[in-house]
């Protein structure tokens, strides 16, 4: 018997039931489907993160406050104007070209009537050039308006839309925590930057957001950019020497800051996506042993059905080897159409959550198709088919043909 | 002539809890090519057994079987399956057919444990089907068959093989008397043809089909006659 026959005798063997067939794949199209959708979403989720922190550029540090448990940065009693100071000086960082510094808070923002909960960033000019934030209409802040704690205010793009539909910003006043704020400036459409929604933010000197909204002289984060890349292992070190200085810190003593080139963050991001895609992953693997135990079953139910018919092809030649062949193939036939099944399914569907995130976020999300994702389900399937078909398949190959043709 | 089949002092024993069974003693036969032989006894009189140890469906326990001069004693299952394959053809009481595949399909089957090269399996499975005189039904689903087209598919998956021996173990014991002498006809031209048979039942009428009965009774071959009237094509088998 070619493999051919067996393929087509299995075909057959299985076509005769298909809806008991359909039924016992259905574990294993849910368990692949969740792996091609967790995988699909799990290498967006990076994508995404990725994109953007890697669309800061490879040449800038993050120094931030080590005590902070992710998320976006607070500003925090670990980074002061001293500390910017003494990073500023040549002395200290020769690499650096660029030392920004910034705080950032969510709040509520309003106009008259009309509210907004967004984001609030204090900034210095230097970000108008670092990040390409000239204003669409109005002017960015100025070096005066940091001296002078102005109380003025740019605003992003979508609040811009929210705050002020048909109506002429600049000029207006908007409020955040009971302060006001005159608009001197509206931004461009920017999406999003480092995973920082700028179009859903106004920005105020950094001066005027220490003393009105964090009432504190603090920052959240320093953004250093390096001269070279190949000066930014000294660079972190140099970060590092300046501040456990200023920080006071004795040797033998933790950091209490924390400094991340932009390729080590990535790094740190991409560890922590793909650890949460194979927790998931694991959780729909279970799934599939459940499906797998499944397939035994109807294996077993399904050679104990068919003993006579067992017995009679062995009467008309089958070996044992034949018939072991036949009832393995079945079982992984059943599983690897069931993997099939999961993975158009879980293409589809992770094709449409792609969109749906898109779409209700505003995220710049893409749908990567997982062909590892695709390549790992049909061996699975495969190998679920295999390991759990094969002592269905060894009970009826050892089925005697006597004892077989007797079974009532 | 050389004999087909040779037996000489075989036992089939079956060994349970504490105690065994004998099921066939000291049987002793010889079948030649192209006789008809029907072996006859009542029920539980182990002409099955015979049937299955003479089949290569089960191994004897003591004694020698010599099927077409070769001792099938030492052989492994897989031997086993390829002599029954290429030297044996079988049709059952119940007729064993796969119900929901097509009367070509089921007389096909056989070919597929074959060393028979499949550009002849057409030609095969159609003269097969001819020679039981089912053209006509060739693409039925066999589960729309009467009893007796039933049995003539099994009698073509028999043949398909060319076998040296047909078993025919009570082939009229599911069908009504016109059915049943359908079936000893064809089995009766099969032999007219050439075809080595060995009938198994337990109604004499159907027996005289044959031209020599053994016959059976508590394990023991108790008789071997030569049938003097034979019962004529048409005749009544019950």
Known sequence: MTFSDSIHSAY??????????????????????????????????QRLILDQVDSL????????????AGGPPQPTESLDDRDLTELRKKTNVPNANLVLASAFNAQRITYGSEAFDGAVQGITPEWERAFSLTPAQGDFISDDDVRSSAKVAVIGYTVRKELFPGEDPIGQIVKVKNNSFRVIGVLPEKGMLALFGYDQSIFLPISTFQNTILNAKNYGNFLIEVDDEKNINATVEDIKQTLRFTHNIQVGEDDDFEVQPQADLADRLGTITTGFSLFLIAVAAISLVVGGVGIMNIMLVSVSE????????????????NILMQFLIEAIMLTGVGGIIGIILGGLFSYGAAQAIKQFSGLEWSFEFPIQGMIIGLLVAVSIGLVFGIYPARKAAQKSPTEALRYE | MKPLIELERVSKIYMGDGFETKALVDATLTVNKGEFVAIMGPSGSGKSTLLHVLGLLDRHTVGKYLLSGRNVENLT????????????????????LLAKETVYENVKLPLFYSQIPKKDWAKRV????AAVKLDHRKEYLVQKLSGGEKQRVAIARALVCNPEVIFADEPTGNLDSVSGQAVMDTLRDLHEKGATILLITHEPNTARNAERIIRIKDGLVVGDEKVVDRAKKGEAVK
Request: proline letters at 0%; glycine letters at 12%; aromatic letters at 4%.
């Open chain 1, 57 to 68: 550029g490879s040449k800038i540090i993050f120094v931030s406050d080590s005590r902070q």
């Open chain 1, 306 to 321: 068919r003993t006579r018919e067992i017995g009679l092809r062995k009467a008309v030649g089958a070996t044992n080897k």
């Open chain 2, 126 to 129: 159609n003269d097969a089907i």
């Open chain 1, 12 to 45: 057959k063997g299985l076509s005769t039931s298909k809806g008991r067939s359909l039924l016992t794949i259905l574990g294993i199209v849910i368990g692949i489907m969740s792996i091609m959708i967790v995988m699909s979403l799990g290498a967006g989720a």
């Open chain 2, 77 to 96: 299952d897989d031997e086993l399956a390829n002599l029954r394959n290429e030297k044996l053809g079988f049709v059952f009481q119940s007729f064993n």
